[in-house]
């Protein structure tokens, strides 16, 4: 069974920086390609940055690149999210996911078998 938890997230000033991370439990994670989703309320979900199981593969969408950086510890079993130059559309509920299927559908959401509760990321103006 596998059970992801997202941290990290809060209110930040605009041009701020904030550090996501997603905790995940379960052997098979280790394996998994991992993803960040965010979602504003009655939108749907927003692909943000992918990484695949050993780390050394990661894409981000054209919102955050530059800005965002994904990373992952195998020995912890955490995904994070490294959030600079933060801007108030920005603002959303951060999703992480994990899956360990094909890598080449990264950016779908519905390709991810698991996800995390949710955290909120607020950026003021």
């Known amino acids: 069974h596998v059970q992801l938890v997202e941290s990290g997230g809060g209110l930040v000033q605009a041009g701020g920086s904030l550090r996501l991370s997603c905790a995940a439990s379960g052997d098979i994670v280790s394996s998994m390609n991992m993803g960040w989703f965010r979602q504003a309320p009655g939108k749907a979900r927003e692909f943000i940055a992918a990484i695949n199981w050993s780390g050394d593969i990661t894409y981000y969408s054209d919102s955050v690149e530059g800005r965002f950086t994904i990373s992952r510890d195998g020995v912890k079993n955490t995904m994070y999210l490294q959030m600079n130059s933060l801007k108030a559309e920005d603002t959303d509920v951060y999703y992480c996911?994990?899956?360990?299927?094909?890598?080449?559908?990264?950016?779908?959401?519905?390709?991810?078998?698991?996800w995390g509760q949710g955290t909120q990321v607020t950026v003021s103006s």
């Open positions: 996911a994990a899956d360990g299927r094909s890598f080449r559908r990264y950016s779908i959401s519905q390709e991810y078998s698991y």
